[in-house]
């Protein structure tokens, strides 16, 4: 499977943005769907996965309530709309993809699965103040 990531931008601080990731797959729905971030000098942090049927989803405790997680599987994409943005929100973002692992209840699990092994290219995004 390849993973193409898009939507990232340049944002004040309260705004949104919507990306997305399209995969290229005939098995979509066999794929644990995450996104996560990485900012500068930081380590990449898990933001926010969904399940397999796109009917369960946990987010990180630094952006649950303001960004939501959700995927098409007729059309093999996945997105993550981002609202009420702030500059800690400005990262590279990417989406990535996880067949082996069963489905984690929280998002400390699933970020630590060591099964996300198919990534998209990353997408930039910038929150202004």
């Known amino acids: 499977v390849q993973l193409q990531a898009s939507g990232g931008g340049l944002v004040q601080a309260g705004g949104s943005l919507r990306l997305s990731c399209a995969a290229s797959t005939r098995s979509f729905n066999s794929y644990v769907m995450g996104w996560f971030r990485q900012a500068p000098g930081k380590e990449r942090e898990f933001v926010a996965g969904?399940?397999?049927?796109?009917?369960?989803?946990v987010t990180a405790d630094s952006v649950k309530g303001r960004f939501t997680i959700s995927r098409e599987n007729g059309k093999n994409t996945v997105s993550l709309q981002m609202n009420s943005l702030n500059p800690e929100d400005t990262a590279v973002y990417y989406c990535?993809?996880?067949?082996?692992?069963?489905?984690?209840?929280?998002?400390?699990?699933?970020?630590?699965?060591?099964?996300?092994?198919?990534w998209g290219q990353g997408t930039l995004v910038t929150v202004s103040s």
């Open positions: 990535a993809a996880d067949r082996k692992s069963p489905w984690q209840t929280t998002a400390k699990a699933m970020g630590a699965t060591g099964n996300w092994n198919v």
């Open positions: 969904i399940s397999r049927r796109g009917d369960s989803a």
